[in-house]
C-alpha cells in the first residue's frame, strides 16, 4: 500500500527525483512539487463529513481528520495538528461538564476571549489600518496559535521533541518563567494575560498523558519565586494524575456542549471565518504571512528578504488550508443516551447491562449446541451483530472472516483453516508444523503461536502461486525473549501489539508490524495464565494465579488486585486504617481454593469513560467484573521519601499493586518501586469489584 501511495504522488510530480538524498526539501525552486496537487475546497455543508453530523465518530476524530485535510501533519513540526482549548475551569476542585461556565468559547478566537485584551488588539489594528505607510495589511494578531516552538515547548519533557526544542534555542533550554510547567497559567497566558500569546492546543493533550511528566528527569530550570520545574502543574480536579486529567480532558472534548459548539471553532480555523470580511469580524485576522498562498518565495529577488520571509514563516507558523466557504453544519446534539448515540458521555446504569447484574436472566435456549471439547474463544458479532461465534479448545476465529477458524494441535502436527466454525470443512491444511499451544491474530494477515520452547512463531497468510484463491502460511520471522513455555497470546488490530505471557512470570508485548519486542511488563510472581489488550484505550490486562493486573499500553502499571482475598478480610483492612480510601474489594463471601482465573476479557466503551469494566471467569464457575476508580491507597513515608513510586509485592499478600504519586505540595517525581503499607496515602488507580455473575445471557429487554 505504501508503494502504491508512493507511485500515485509521483504520477502528479514527474519531476521529482527518487534518491533520498534529493527529497523534496533538496529540489530545485522550479519543481513543481503541489502545484499540479490543488484539493478542491468543501463548498458547503452537505460535502462535510456526514459521519460527523450524525454523531457517528467521535469530536477528536473528526478534528483529526479535518487537519488531514488541510495539511496537518505529525511529520511536521510547522504545520502540526491544531485542537482546541477546550475548558477554562482550571481551579476547580471537581469538574462539572453539564455547566457551561466550565467551556471556553468556541465562537470566538483565543485572542477574543478576555475582552479587555481584545480591546487592545483591536485599537492596534485600527492605528495600522489608518496609517497609510504600512505595506503589511492591518492584523489582530502578529504571532499564530500553532508552530513549531509551541509544539515543542508543549512536548518539551519527551524526546525527540526535547532535542528539537534544544535546536529551535540553540541547544539549552529557555527561561524557566517560559517554560510550559502548568496547564492554569497556559490557559491564562494565551486566553488574557499575553498580548504575543493565543495559541492553541495540540492532540496530545487528550490522549497521551507521558508528555505531562517528566520521566526523563531533564533540568528544565528554577522560576524567579524558587520553583524548580518538573512535571506540569495540572487542575485541582485531575487530583494530581497525568492520567485522569487525560481521560476528563478528552471526556470534555466529547461532551454535549462541545459538540454542539465545535463547528464554531471549525468555522475560525478551517472554514469561512479564517480570512476575508467574515474574518475581520470575528476578529480571527492573522499576519498576512501565515495565509497559505499569499506569498511566493520563489519569485523574491532579494535574497535577503527572500530569508527573512522563509524565516519568519518557519517559526511563526501558517494557517491551515480553508476547507470550507461556508459555515459549518451543527453536530445533532443528544440529550439523552439511547443506542444511536455511539459517543455520549452519559451512560445510565440501567442501560448497561454489567451495571445491573440482578437484571441479567438465563436463556430459555441454548446459544449454540454444545461442543465436543472444552470452549476455547466465543465471539460476538459475524454477520448479525447478536450473532455468537463459539470454538473449542485449540481453534482460533480469523478476524473479519465471517466465521472462518483456524485450528492446531492435531497428531500429525498439522494448521488447519475452516470455512466456518458452524461446520468441520477445512480449506488449507499446513503440515509439519510442531509445538503449537497457543496462538493469536491480531489481524487476518499474521498469526502469532506459541508453544512449549518458548519461541513465538510469526506466520503470514500468502496466496498459493497457482491458485490465487487458495493461502498458505509462510514462517516470517521467531521472536525469543521467554524462558518457559508460552501459555497466552492476545493481539490487537488497532494497536498492532501483541502480547505474551509464559510459565517464567515473564510478560513481553511484541511490535506486530516490525514483529520484535517492545518491552517487559515487570512484577509478575507467579505463571501468566491469560492476557487482553483493550482494543479501545490499549489497556493491557494480565493474570497471574489469583493477581489480575492492569498496564497501560506503554507498560506502565495502572493496579492490581488478589481475587482471592474475600471481602470480610478487606473490610478488616480497610477499618484498621484511619483515613478512608477505597480497597479492591469481592462481593464473593469465599472463593474456591483451587485454580484461579481461567478467561479474561473486558468492556470497550470510550476510552474516556469510567464505566468500563474487566471481566474475569474463575476455575470456580464465577465470572466476576471489576471496575477502575481513582482512590487512595497506603503508601509508607518510612520506607520511601515524599513522591516515590511505589509498587506493591504480591508476594507480600497484599491487596492492590499501583504506582502511586506523592500528595505533597510540590509535583511528584518518580523513583525506584517500594513496599506499600497502611500508614501514609498516595493517589492513583485500583481495582473495585462491581458484582458476581453467573448467567451467560440476558433478555434485552
Sequence with gaps: MRNKAYHKLLTFCPSLTTSAAQSVSGQKASTSVEGQVESSPLSSGKECHPAMERGEISNFQYLM????????????????????????????????????????????????????????????????????????????????????????????????????????????????????????????????????????????FFYLPQFLRNENKFDLGRKQNGTVLNDVILPKWAKGCPDEFIRMHREALESDFVSAHLHEWIDLIFGFKQRGPAAREAYNLFHHLFYEGNVDIYNISDPLKKNAVIGFINNFGQIPEQLFKKPHPTRKAFLAWSVERPFSTVYPAAKIFYHQPDNLQPSFQLVKAPHKSPVGQIRVGGNAQDKVLSVEQNMLLIPNQNGKFLAWGFIDGSIRMGATADSEKLTTICEGVTDISVATMPNEKILFTGGSTGVITVWGF??????????????????????????????????????????????????????????????????????????????????????????????????????????????????????????????????????????????????????????????????????????????NNTSSSAGESCFLSPSENNIININVTSSAASQPTRSRPEQLSSEAFAKRYSIDSLEEVVLVSFDKD
Design 462 to 635: 500468502n496466496a498459493a502461486p497457482v491458485d490465487e484463491s487458495k493461502t498458505y502460511l509462510r514462517v516470517n520471522k521467531q521472536l525469543y525473549g521467554h524462558h518457559g513455555a508460552v501459555t497466552c497470546l492476545s493481539g490487537s488490530s488497532n494497536f498492532h501489539v501483541v502480547v505474551s505471557g509464559s510459565r517464567d512470570c515473564s510478560c513481553i508485548v511484541w511490535d506486530v508490524n516490525r514483529e520484535e519486542m517492545v518491552r517487559q511488563l515487570p512484577h509478575h510472581f507467579h505463571p501468566i495464565s491469560q492476557c487482553h489488550i483493550n482494543n479501545t484505550s490499549g489497556d493491557i490486562i494480565t493474570t497471574a494465579g489469583w493477581y489480575l493486573y492492569v498496564w497501560t499500553i506503554n507498560c506502565e502499571p495502572i493496579a492490581f488486585i488478589n481475587t482471592a482475598v474475600t471481602s470480610q478480610q478487606q473490610q478488616h483492612i480497610s477499618s484498621a486504617t484511619t483515613t478512608s480510601f477505597l480497597l479492591a474489594s469481592c462481593s464473593s463471601s469465599a472463593v474456591s481454593s483451587g485454580g484461579g482465573i481461567s478467561c479474561l476479557s473486558a468492556s470497550e466503551l470510550n476510552e474516556w469513560s469510567t464505566d468500563n469494566v474487566i471481566l474475569t471467569g474463575g476455575n470456580d464457575g464465577v465470572v466476576r467484573m471489576w471496575s477502575i476508580e481513582m482512590c487512595q491507597v497506603p503508601c
Design 65 to 204: 481528520h479535518l487537519n488531514t485535510l488541510a495539511g496537518r501533519s505529525y511529520n511536521d513540526l510547522m504545520q502540526y495538528p491544531v485542537f482546541p482549548w477546550i475548558l477554562k475551569d482550571y481551579e476547580s476542585e471537581v469538574l462539572d461538564l453539564e455547566n457551561p461556565k466550565s467551556f471556553r468559547d468556541l465562537s470566538k478566537p483565543m485572542g477574543a476571549q478576555c475582552p479587555s485584551r481584545l480591546e487592545s488588539f483591536l485599537k492596534r489594528f485600527k492605528e495600522w489600518e489608518s496609517d497609510q505607510h504600512f505595506d503589511t495589511p492591518p492584523y489582530h494578531y502578529g504571532t499564530h496559535y500553532s508552530s513549531a516552538m509551541i509544539v515543542c515547548s508543549f512536548l518539551v519533557r519527551l524526546e525527540p521533541f526535547t532535542s528539537s526544542f534544544l535546536r529551535l534555542q540553540g541547544g539549552h533550554f529557555d527561561l524557566a518563567d517560559r517554560m510550559f510547567h502548568s496547564i492554569k497559567d497556559t490557559w491564562l497566558s494565551a486566553s488574557q494575560n499575553n498580548m504575543a500569546d493565543v495559541k492553541e492546543l495540540i492532540p496530545e
